[in-house]
């Protein structure tokens, strides 16, 4: 009700302000959108509806692979996309604005992150990094985000290969709630610098799974992010 009350005074205010000659800003946008929005409940007006999510990681470096703890340290850009149904606007009313830029925290977000991660502040991304939102309600978040992922060698691994799984996933959404989806199947290593003295990045490929767990009859999609390291010497 407030929302709804909120875009019939902003249609008189913005009606009020043309004709007066004010330009309408982005300041006037965010207190719009923002005026009973909350960040707690999935953005979905039809609470039926599935959220789409689609994400994919961008490794950047090699950073260490400790094989006495079996842990990849490994940096990387994850990005996420998504529509918020409660996040659109009309660009006309708004000076032509299509995009706006806000921080993170203040908007809902999927709770992807790292089911392999060891036990710290790299579970999920902590990047302050703002998301950009669209006219439509389109939400993408570009951040930083170093994994610490456990690797533990496999038995008929060579000394010379290491194989990484780093899988994704939500911890409380099945696929009826919100559906992650891979943004694209191909890994981008145009920003990877291969500069780690000892190992060397030779496969990154990434696919979906859907998981079913014993807990529950819904299954959560799962991502694979799976690289194969190469050492550099013996």
């Known amino acids: 009700m407030l929302r709804l009350l909120f875009a019939v005074l902003g249609c008189i205010i ?8 004010k330009v309408m800003t982005e300041k006037d946008l965010r207190r719009y959108l923002f005026a009973d929005y909350d960040k707690l409940v999935r953005p979905v007006k039809d609470p039926n509806n599935a959220l789409v999510v689609y994400t ?20 990387s850009w994850m990005l996420m996309k998504w529509k918020d149904d409660y996040l659109t606007w009309e660009p006309k009313e708004f000076n032509n604005i299509t995009i706006l830029r806000i921080p993170h925290a203040e ?13 710290d502040d790299s ?10 939102i669209y006219s439509d309600g389109t939400v993408v978040w570009v951040t930083p985000f170093t994994i610490k992922n456990r ?38 290593l145009s920003d990877f610098q291969d500069t780690n003295t000892k190992w060397k990045l030779m496969t990154a490929k990434m696919n979906r799974e859907s998981k079913y767990y014993p807990c529950c009859v819904e299954d959560y999609p799962l991502i694979h992010f799976n690289i194969t390291l190469k050492r550099r010497f013996l």
């Not at 908007?107 to 036990?119: A, E, G, N, R």
């Open 14 to 21: 913005s009606s009020s302000f043309a004709s007066e000659g």
């Open 56 to 75: 994919s990681i961008t490794p950047l470096a090699i950073t260490k692979l400790d094989e006495v703890n079996q842990i990849l340290v490994m940096d």
């Open 107 to 119: 908007l809902w977000k999927p709770d992807l992150s790292i089911y392999t991660s060891t036990p």
């Open 123 to 132: 579970l999920f991304p902590t990047s302050n990094t703002r998301a950009l």
């Open 151 to 188: 690797c533990p060698r496999q038995k008929k691994q060579e000394r010379s290969h290491y194989d990484c799984n780093i899988r994704i996933g939500s911890w409380t959404y099945s696929a009826n709630l919100m559906d992650v989806q891979l943004t694209t199947p191909e890994v981008d």
